[in-house]
């Protein structure tokens, strides 16, 4: 099984390269590897994360071919049967998107976390939750298992903001992930010294999932206590800055959202200029100070997805686990004809899954990952969706 198609080399101009595939041809940058003209390679946000030996290349490729094809086919006859405007956002994103979906390994290697943000069930006050901490080879050995065995390309490494995972905790695990098994490695660390960041970068990191989670002001100071949104969008032009891919976005159907929130917070999506954006449905957790409210109807978030991809075609558009929570049977398979082309995988030790409760009952926890990912694929393919994400 594999999460991304071979690429051919067909272009170098310094760091930035051409590279086709089935006829299609993609521009992605090259920080890691010396290429010449023929080479192959995966590559995965834009980034080159992986140079392959062309007798492999090609023996995936023939596995592909065939089948690339057919999924298109039927990518292009399958629709959202409710609404006029989900099929005209799923048209949208075949035609700026093709059917590529990328698909996402997710690690969340520690819950604790030293905020105290009033939606979420790691804050640090909630004390009937038991807390875990992976240790550092426990995670490696993960993240080499996902790539190695399971074939996955792009790898987040979540937790809450655990200052125990210190700048040389974080470098240890991103150099030798990215010395041994190159992915695009992904933090999604919370707000942590611009100096970590810096570092990470320089050992291969190139992906950052931090959301600000609200554009409203008075609702972000709020939920975040002691927290001011201008400082974590501040934080994540700095990111931008760096070099890294941003994923960003916001909780939808927060307690006192206003009209006209969420189309500001999609624009501030897009003014941070977010490679994925990332949205998805406030769910109560009871143990936490929200936990008489109630989430936002499904439909919201479905016309969220589609609104995003009429505004913004280029994006990627993640259907989140929430989304997939809140409608357990279908919620992927909506979300994905309604405008997105992304998604993860948990990969999460199951001992310590069931303990990473932002929310509660949170889908897929505690099943066997390779059912999890075969169940997924299977749904993609029925949609005509390929695994695969190439370049810009
Ligand atoms: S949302 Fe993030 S920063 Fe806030 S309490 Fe949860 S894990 Fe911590």
């Known amino acids: 099984m594999c999460y991304a198609i071979p690429g051919k080399v067909i272009e170098i101009d310094n760091n930035i390269c051409k590279i086709e595939y089935f006829g299609i041809i993609k521009k992605v940058r ?4 010396d290429l010449k003209i023929g080479d192959y390679v995966y590559a995965q946000g834009g980034f080159v994360i992986q140079k392959i030996p062309k007798e492999e290349a090609i023996e995936t490729l023939k596995v592909w071919e065939e089948f690339f094809h057919k999924l298109k086919e039927i990518d ?31 690690i969340e290697f520690s819950n604790y976390c030293r905020n105290n943000c009033l ?12 807390r875990y901490r992976m240790e550092l080879d426990e995670i490696v050995n993960l993240a080499f298992y996902a790539i190695k065995k399971l074939n996955f390309k792009a790898l987040v490494f979540q937790s809450g903001e655990d200052l125990y995972y210190d700048i040389d905790k974080l470098s240890y695990i991103v150099r030798r992930v990215m010395e ?16 970590i960041f810096e570092k990470l970068y320089e050992f291969g990191a190139r992906g950052v999932l931090l959301r600000f989670e609200t554009s409203n002001e008075k609702i972000y100071e709020k939920m975040r206590p002691g927290h001011k949104l ?31 929130d969420i189309l500001n917070n999609l624009t501030l999506t897009n003014e941070l200029g977010a490679e994925m954006f990332s949205f998805g449905p406030f769910i109560p957790h009871p143990d936490t100070p929200l936990k008489d409210f109630s989430p936002p109807p499904m439909e919201k978030v ?30 992927l398979k909506k979300g994905l004809l309604a405008g997105a082309n992304s998604l993860m995988i948990n990969l999460t030790p199951k001992e310590y899954a069931s303990l ?12 066997d990952v390779n059912k999890k990912i075969k169940e997924i694929i299977d ?14």
């Not at 090259?30 to 590897?33: G, L, S, T």
């Open 30 to 33: 090259n920080d890691f590897y």
């Open 76 to 106: 292009l006859r399958v629709t959202y049967p409710s609404k006029d405007l989900y099929k005209i956002a799923n048209r949208i994103r075949q035609e700026y998107h093709d059917n590529s979906c990328c698909v996402h390994g997710i």
């Open 119 to 130: 939606y979420c069930g790691l804050r640090r006050d909630n004390k009937k939750l038991k």
């Open 180 to 195: 041994e098994s190159p992915c695009l490695l992904i933090l999604s660390i919370g707000e942590r010294e611009i100096e």
């Open 230 to 260: 201008e400082d974590r969008v501040n934080l994540i032009k700095e990111l931008k800055n760096i070099g890294y891919l941003i994923m960003t976005g916001f909780l939808i159907g927060l307690p006192g959202e206003e009209e006209g």
């Open 302 to 331: 479905l016309d969220t997805i589609a609104q995003a991809r009429i505004l913004y075609p280029n994006s990627k558009i993640l259907v989140t686990t929430a989304m997939q929570t809140l409608d357990k049977k279908e919620g």
């Open 356 to 367: 990473y409760e932002i929310y509660p009952n949170r889908d897929g926890i505690g099943e």
């Open 379 to 392: 749904l993609l393919h029925k949609l005509g969706r390929a695994p695969a994400d190439i370049g810009l």
